[in-house]
């Protein structure tokens, strides 16, 4: 049974703008939240990453807002550019556990 | 450094027929893990192991064996392929204490099942 639920699926944005990209889990007891990036034909690297005990986190263009109350977290992308295009993925992991869920993934294009 | 890597990069198998996914990391990683990919369904984590000796299974462990004899290495294996194993595979790998929970990917191997 899915624990972590992506959205949107796909995401289509101008040069320039701000896509969000959510995702919503239940198991309150993760305790690390990251953000993968695909890019076509290869693996996810890390992109940025957040613990539940700030509620934002900033590298470069990318930002992790976290609602620990909403059990959401979400990623915004500042000034996207055409090489963003890509997919993410949010995952979460259990506390002191070793089994880690992935998102569904969000493709997302950005129009030059 | 070379990472995270994995071999074949594509295997085309018929149904019924055994092979091997390779995948080696050259971090000193305790734990490593295997994934497969297909569209709309993210990464599901198929087994996993925090050291030589000792693996567990995932989300869809079905279809496939683990065993993890050194560090470095942690082939997954298929006894009889079947359509539904048709799939992206990646290989992961991270530390335990630090920054455990940073994954590192391979590039991945396209399975086909005929």
């Known amino acids: 049974q899915q624990q972590v639920k992506q959205s949107p699926q796909s995401l289509i944005v101008q040069k320039g703008g701000i896509p969000i990209i959510n995702c919503a889990y239940e198991n309150t007891a993760f305790d690390y939240f990251p953000w993968y990036q695909q890019f076509p034909g290869k693996g996810p690297a890390l992109l940025i990453a957040i613990r539940p005990d700030v509620s934002e986190k900033k590298e470069g263009r990318f930002t992790i807002s976290f609602n620990k109350s909403a059990k959401q977290f979400s990623l915004h992308i500042m000034d996207s550019q055409p090489g963003d295009s890509a997919t993410y993925f949010c995952?979460?992991?259990?506390?002191?556990?070793?089994?880690?869920?992935f998102g569904a993934g969000t493709r997302l294009f950005v129009k030059a | 450094n070379a990472g995270v890597t994995q071999t074949p990069k594509f295997q085309v198998l018929k149904t019924g027929q055994s092979m091997t996914l390779q995948c080696a990391q050259d971090m000193n990683h305790e734990y490593m893990s295997w994934y497969r990919q297909d569209p709309g369904m993210g990464l599901r984590l198929i087994h996993y192991?925090?050291?030589?000796?000792?693996?567990d299974q995932g989300e869809v462990p079905n279809g496939y064996n683990v065993s993890r004899s050194t560090t470095e290495d942690f082939p997954l294996r298929l006894l009889s392929a079947a359509p539904s194993q048709t799939s992206v595979y990646f290989c992961?790998?991270?530390?335990?204490?630090?920054?455990?929970?940073?994954?590192?990917f391979g590039e991945g191997s396209r399975l086909t099942v005929l």
């Open positions: 995952r979460e992991r259990n506390t002191g556990g070793f089994k880690t869920i």
């Open positions: 992961a790998s991270s530390m335990l204490q630090g920054r455990a929970g940073e994954l590192f």
């Open positions: 192991s925090v050291g030589a000796g000792i693996t």
